[in-house]
């Protein structure tokens, strides 16, 4: 469940691997965003209305769900079509269609810190 | 043959007027030594000389008929009117080096004849010389020594008398010859059994020989005729490489040709006279009555396929044909035998006709119109069948079996009868696909193709489960590679406020060491992709000045031992992926610093004109030697030299480079020498290019799919 201030914004990070999680839970933290993160796929669909992220970001393989059926939900629904994912995979090749999928943005593992943020904050600001 | 006029009218016998040069053709000895005698006595009888130049055995014969005649001959030596030399002691004394001397004859006999007639003397002389000669094969100088009387004869008066048996000139070939020495002599006396006739018989005898000399001409001919064909027939037997053999109706060789020597091991001599079941092997040796049998009957055994044993016990397979032999009556004499060695031809038959059977490829035999007329058990098995004959026969044109085979005829008709091995896939009895490598080759002479079909589904299974591998196992790599670039990304920002310079520069070793980590992960699970031609391409335009300038940057961000320096600019526009061009240029530049650790500077040149991008990339550093230019584009390649330090890297990076730079329809080549730097080219086709050479970029697919 995300707790944040009015002026934070809130990001949810959706990967199968705790390590990533971790790191990424701690960097954007440390850049100033409420942070929420879990290696399930449907974690979103159960979220209350009022609880929803400001952005996404999304593993492309996760186990037992592909991030790219989730983006095409998200953008599907009316309530969450608004909300900016950013998608990362170790296939360089996910690219393409983690954006036919609806992705607004892509970056193939492993990424730059700058560049994850740089993407971050283009989107939240 | 043809006897040319006499020069001179004929003399007649015994009247033998001075200066003459007589020739007497004989058919024998007696009747040789009357006409000489008689030419000899008529001489001595009205005073004048005889030198006799003859054989011992001739001297004596003559001696004795003149003496018989009542001439004294004893007398007549002494008072010079009769001389008797030897023709060969004689012919001795004219010769120099076996060779006749002019000078020597002039000398020897011109004196004789002058010491003879002694200025007043009629001389007759009977020489034996010239027959000498002839008789010993020395035809030219018989000639030329009847030349050399003729010449003595314009210089001093004599008659001569010189004889050949006429038998010496019954060879055609002599004729040339002959009509030489008639025409060397004033006078001919034909041989005896025309002398003796009456003018009207010697008429009717000269008509006769006529008429036989041209009947003898023809007769000639026609035996040169049957001879020559006799030889051909005769060189043809034994040339042939089939045994010709003859036998009697017992079966008694009695004719072998050579290639039976060499097929059978016995030679002629050997087998002529012997029973023919001396070729037979035991369990073949009833078949002999059973051939014979049709023999007697006139009947011809063609083509029978048997087995034969040479000499050394070796069974050979033969093809024989047997034709009676039949006498000039009619009647059936023996039987003739062609036969071939067939050994090695079954041999290869048999061989090929496993090879086709048992062999793992499916194999198929077709007509140029695509009726299968054979496919073998592993074609069968590939294709889900039982029995050939299901698949046999004209083929249902909607078949995917049907239309593979059209395709392939078709293939071969434009390309000399071959068609190069080449994927496709096969729909089995049951409507499994199976994915297949096929090749076809036709054969001209027999309108048939032989087509190879090899079930490749385990290849591709296993290229998949490769590919499959190699996927995952890059992204299990990096997985832990992301979470060790993030966890340092937490680490440089919480230690961001400490301001200690050195774990910051620590921090951001450790970052470009995954970095290189990263991309030699991304080259590993490129070349396995290049390899299987699933290295994707994206299709856009992409800026070449843009490009070079923001690899250019991100380079030197990184780079604080090398200044890279752009000179110059293309304006222009390529058509690609973006991504991989820009591969490209990081690996050119990365290899331009690696590899010159000595220089400070790296300058990058671009250029272009109406139809292509030129780009180099210039280092002042190791150099390659130009043995090396063309393999280090090769995978795995690194140039080793023991003197040199090493460099780190998996040899993949220009092999990538240099496939990305051709599936663009580009070139990548470079110019070097060792020590003296490199400099690596790169030609681009430029935009607008539709139809680019050796690159065809397919929207989000793979680009010239090369299967490896």
Not at chain 2, 154 to 178: G, H, K, N, V, W
Not at chain 2, 252 to 267: D, F, L, V
Not at chain 2, 452 to 457: E, G, K
Not at chain 2, 557 to 584: I, K, M, N, P, S
Request: glycine share 6%.
């Amino acid at each position: 469940m995300l707790k944040r201030s009015d002026s934070q914004k809130a990001i949810l990070v959706i990967d199968d691997d705790p390590d990533i999680l971790d790191f990424l839970h701690d960097l954007l933290e440390l850049e100033g965003y409420q942070v929420a993160v879990t290696p399930k796929g449907d974690y979103l669909e159960k979220m209350e209305q009022g609880d929803l992220p400001d952005l996404i970001l999304l593993d492309v393989f996760l186990s037992g769900r592909d991030g790219r059926e989730i983006v095409k939900h998200l953008k599907g629904q009316k309530e969450t079509q608004h909300i900016p994912v950013i998608m990362f995979s170790a296939h360089p090749h996910a690219e393409a269609t983690a954006r036919a999928a609806g992705a607004n943005d892509f970056l193939a593992k492993p990424f730059s810190m700058d560049d994850l943020l740089t993407k971050v904050h283009a989107f939240l600001l | 043959m043809t006897i040319p006029p006499n020069r001179k009218s004929t003399p007649q016998q015994g009247d033998v007027p001075a200066h003459t040069h007589i020739v007497q053709f004989s058919e024998d000895d007696t009747f040789l030594m009357t006409t000489v005698g008689k030419f000899l006595s008529d001489g001595l009888r009205v005073g004048e000389v005889c030198i006799v130049v003859a054989t011992p055995a001739h001297r004596a014969s003559l001696e004795q008929r003149l003496t018989v005649e009542g001439l004294d001959l004893t007398a007549a030596q002494t008072d010079g009117f009769f001389m008797v030399l030897d023709a060969r002691e004689t012919l001795a004394r004219l010769l120099v080096q076996e060779q006749l001397e002019p000078a020597r004859f002039f000398e020897v006999i011109g004196h004789l004849i002058e010491r003879a007639g002694q200025g007043q003397r009629p001389v007759r002389i009977f020489g034996e010389m010239v027959a000498l000669l002839w008789a010993e094969g020395k035809r030219t100088s018989a000639l030329r020594l009847e030349e050399l009387w003729n010449e003595l004869g314009q210089r001093q008066a004599f008659s001569l008398f010189c004889t050949y048996p006429i038998q010496d000139m019954a060879d055609q070939a002599l004729e040339a010859e002959f009509t030489q020495l008639c025409q060397q002599h004033s006078h001919i006396l034909p041989s005896e059994s025309y002398t003796h006739l009456s003018e009207q018989e010697r008429l009717r005898a000269f008509t006769l020989l006529q008429q036989k000399a041209l009947a003898l001409e023809v007769e000639i001919a026609c035996r040169h005729a049957v001879q020559e064909r006799l030889l051909m027939l005769a060189a043809i037997v034994e040339s042939t490489d089939d045994a010709v053999l003859s036998k009697n109706l017992a079966g008694t060789i009695t004719s072998w040709n050579r290639a039976a020597e060499h097929i059978y091991g016995y030679t002629a001599q050997e087998i002529i006279g012997q029973p023919v079941t001396l070729l037979f092997p035991p369990d073949r040796a009833g078949e002999f009555e059973q051939i014979m049998a049709r023999i007697r009957q006139g009947e011809r055994v063609e083509h029978h396929e048997t087995r034969r044993m040479r000499k050394d016990g070796t069974i050979l397979t033969v093809s024989v044909t047997i034709s009676p032999v039949k006498n000039e009556a009619g009647e059936i004499i023996g039987a003739s035998t062609i036969a071939r060695d067939v050994t090695n031809q079954r041999l290869v038959e048999a061989k090929s006709q496993q090879l086709f059977a048992s062999n793992l490829v499916g194999i198929f035999v077709a007509d140029v119109e695509g009726t299968l007329l054979e496919t073998n058990q592993a074609l069968l098995d590939l294709l889900g069948y039982t029995r050939a004959d299901e698949l046999i026969g004209p083929l249902q044109p909607d078949t995917p079996l049907a239309s593979l085979l059209r395709d392939l005829i078709f293939q071969a008709s434009q390309s000399s009868g071959t068609v190069e091995p080449q994927e496709t896939v096969l729909q089995q009895k049951h409507g499994k696909d199976v994915p297949v490598l096929v090749a076809m080759t036709c054969i001209e002479h027999t309108s048939t193709c032989i087509g190879f079909v090899l079930n490749i589904s385990e290849r591709k299974a296993l290229e998949q489960r490769k590919d499959a591998f190699i996927g995952m196992a890059s992204h299990e790599l990096k997985t832990p590679l992301t979470s060790l670039k993030g966890f340092l990304g937490v680490l440089r920002r919480l230690l961001a406020s400490q301001e200690n310079e050195k774990i910051l520069h620590a921090l951001t070793r450790m970052d470009a060491q995954i970095d290189k980590l990263t991309t030699l992960i991304n080259d590993l699970l490129d070349i396995s992709r290049m390899q299987t031609g699933q290295l994707v391409y994206r299709e856009e335009r992409v800026e070449v000045d843009d490009l070079v300038q923001e690899m250019v940057e991100s380079m030197q961000e990184t780079t604080q031992t090398h200044h890279l320096q752009v000179e110059g600019q293309t304006q222009a526009a390529v058509f690609g992926d973006q991504d991989r061009l820009g591969q490209v240029l990081m690996n050119l530049l990365n290899n331009a610093i690696k590899y010159s650790p000595q220089a400070d500077t790296v300058l990058i040149h671009l250029a272009s004109d109406e139809t292509q991008v030129h780009l180099r990339v210039q280092d002042f550093g190791v150099g390659i030697a130009p043995e090396h230019h063309d393999k280090v584009f090769e995978r795995f390649y690194q140039v080793i030299d023991p003197e040199e330090r090493t460099y780190p890297g998996l040899g993949i990076g220009l092999a990538i480079s240099h496939d990305i730079v051709m599936r663009h329809g580009g070139r990548l080549w470079v110019e070097s020498q060792k020590g003296e730097g490199s400099t690596f080219h790169l030609r681009f086709p430029l935009l607008p290019q539709k139809n680019r050479p050796g690159a065809e970029i397919q929207k989000e697919g793979t680009m010239g799919s090369k299967p490896c």
